[in-house]
């Protein structure tokens, strides 16, 4: 079955550390979104991607950046983590299309010290 | 541009009584629309969505929503609530471009014994 997985679960890391989190999705989607979910604040985009060597910035896109390089893969590069970054981080993924739904990761819980 | 409203931010039941679960959303046109459930510690998961078909929608776990385009809303109900149904739930609507999604703040739903 086709599904989307994110790596790792949980990580802790200190102020300043370069952070990656990997999203893989086997639907092979086009659209791909990171968001990240704080309490009072909901879900909030940071990037986006609609195609290989396709990126694009959301509302909270600041200290963050991504690439893609193929279909199934947009990690999520914290440059110089710091404490406001710490969140539950979520990847989805979606066909083209506004009828199409978002499947969705299980979630990367992130702890900046 | 899209946006959607989600007028309860906590909703409280008790178990086999029904639950509703407000959406409305403005948008220029018919859109289509999404119902998702988080359950605590875990990703999203669709419960329905709406796409023109038909008004009425039926969705996983006895839920449905009925699209009233009149009121510009989406409201979910269930006939009787469950123990498990207790978990946060997201209205979502397409952008204006069709790619992206606009999250309503969520709504959490506790089911009392």
């Known amino acids: 079955d086709a599904e989307i997985t994110q790596s790792p679960r949980h990580k802790i890391t200190e102020t300043g550390r370069q952070v990656t989190l990997a999203c893989h999705q086997t639907w092979n989607h086009n659209n791909m979104f990171w968001y990240r979910q704080d309490l009072g604040h909901g879900l909030r985009l940071i990037h986006y991607?609609?195609?290989?060597?396709?990126?694009n910035k959301g509302e909270v896109s600041d200290g963050y950046s991504v690439s893609r390089s193929n279909t199934e893969d947009l990690p999520l590069t914290l440059e110089s983590a710091a404490s406001s970054q710490t969140s539950v981080y979520f990847c989805a993924s979606a066909g083209q299309g506004s009828y199409n739904e978002q499947f969705f990761g299980p979630g990367t819980r992130l702890t900046v010290l | 541009a899209q946006s959607v409203t989600q007028l309860d931010s906590h909703v409280s039941v008790s178990e086999g009584t029904p639950v509703l679960l407000r959406c409305n959303y403005s948008?220029?046109?018919?859109?289509?629309l999404f119902w998702y459930v988080q359950h605590p510690n875990k990703g999203l998961q669709l419960l329905l969505k709406?796409?023109?078909?038909?008004?009425l929608v039926k969705g996983i776990n006895g839920f449905e929503a009925e699209f009233k385009k009149s009121e510009t809303s989406f409201h979910l109900t269930k006939p009787s609530a469950h123990m498990s149904d207790a978990a946060e739930y997201f209205c979502?609507?397409?952008?204006?471009?069709?790619?992206?999604?606009?999250f309503g703040p969520g709504t959490r739903l506790s089911v009392l014994p």
């Open positions: 979502v609507v397409p952008d204006n471009y069709g790619q992206n999604f606009v």
């Open positions: 709406y796409t023109s078909a038909a008004t």
């Open positions: 948008s220029s046109y018919s859109p289509s």
């Open positions: 991607s609609y195609g290989v060597h396709d990126t």
